[in-house]
Nanobody, 118 residues
Framework: QVKVVESGGDLVQPGGFLRLSCNAS????????LAWYRQFPGQQRELVASIKSDGTTHYADSVKGRFSISSDNAKAMVFLQMNNLKPEDTAVYYC????????????WGQGTQVTVSS
């Protein structure tokens, strides 16, 4: 049973920073891709950043230059360093973990709230 747990969400002022962490435990297989998504009220989840097992990263245009994704594949952990946060970054952030074998859409965490407000 794979369990995905996010942490690090908080209330922060504009221009501030946060570091989100995610641990995806319980898989017998190697990591394929780890990713962060976010969801605004009434909208579908959108990809924020992803990192493949070979280190290839992808970022949404809205976060390029401000957010940085990193991972520890051996521990199936992924991190999202978020700098220069803006009010429009306010959302629930979800971690997604895909392994070499497993569901095609990966495993999801329960989400962590990030609120950027003065």
């Amino acid at each position: 049973q794979v369990k995905v747990v996010e942490s690090g969400g908080d209330l922060v002022q504009p221009g501030g920073f946060l570091r989100l962490s995610c641990n995806a435990s319980g898989s017998l297989f190697s990591v394929h891709t780890l990713a962060w998504y976010r969801q605004f009220p009434g909208q579908q989840r959108e990809l924020v950043a992803s990192i493949k097992s070979d280190g290839t990263t992808h970022y949404a245009d809205s976060v390029k230059g401000r957010f940085s994704i990193s991972s520890d594949n051996a521990k199936a952990m992924v991190f999202l360093q978020m700098n220069n946060l803006k009010p429009e970054d306010t959302a629930v952030y979800y971690c997604n973990a895909m392994f070499v074998f497993g569901p095609s859409n990966g495993y999801w965490g329960q989400g962590t709230q990030v609120t950027v407000s003065s």
